[in-house]
């Protein structure tokens, strides 16, 4: 499976990096993952930055873009997708946004709108949701017990 | 406000549990904060300790349970059930399950029984999520400005 993830701004919390890492490097051990960060500037620049590196990419690909108003899945689902993805030979993104969120024109490109909860948090702490949730569905891909 | 939250089981992770204490001592300028950890047991014993410790809180009280099957609230929403329930002078209680969830007792005695996302995570990353959103809620309450 190959995961790259576009980020925008550094993980200032040294606590929750540390957490981020302990993840990605779990996560390493079952898929191949690129970690992108830009730098936090005006949205429309991140905004633009994104698109390019996105672009850039020229491998078959699957875009998901992190945003509170996309559509829900439950982790077994959310497996399954990633699952159907990696066997299509797909180089799956994620895209987490800013403070600021994410520009539609961004949104217009991603091929999945994802939410991780109707609640609203930082995008920091998505971070960490999004890789907690990346090495859960890995477990459950490679049939391993993880616990809740 | 009044909070009180029952969880099960001792933070293994330190990261993790810095930043839960960060955003304990964060919600505890805004209201009182009462954390109760049982100890991590066979699950009939821990519901039997819950059921317990909620009885013995004889303040008029308004029950969450956390568990995947509950409903979703977003942060607006969660914001003002909080605010409501802190306008009726209720005491407002929280129960984490441990690793392998509630019982059906503990919450047939629930008032609501709360999902923070239709995502499995551990109960630990559940702990900080509550621990975020409750933050955020009483932040909403305030008008506080609080970033995404």
Redesign the interface.
Known sequence: MKLKLICVGKIK????Q??IT?YSDRISYGAKLEMIEIKDSAPLEESKKITEIVEKIKDSKFVFVLS?DGK????AE?SGKLKHLANDQKTIIFIIGG???ISVDVKKKADFILS????????E?ARL?LF??LY?AISIIKNKNY??
């Open positions: 919390e040294p606590s929750l540390r957490l302990d509170e829900e899945f439950n982790s959310f403070p600021f969120g991780l909860s109707k609640m609203t948090f930082t995008h702490m949701f907690e949730q859960r616990h809740k």
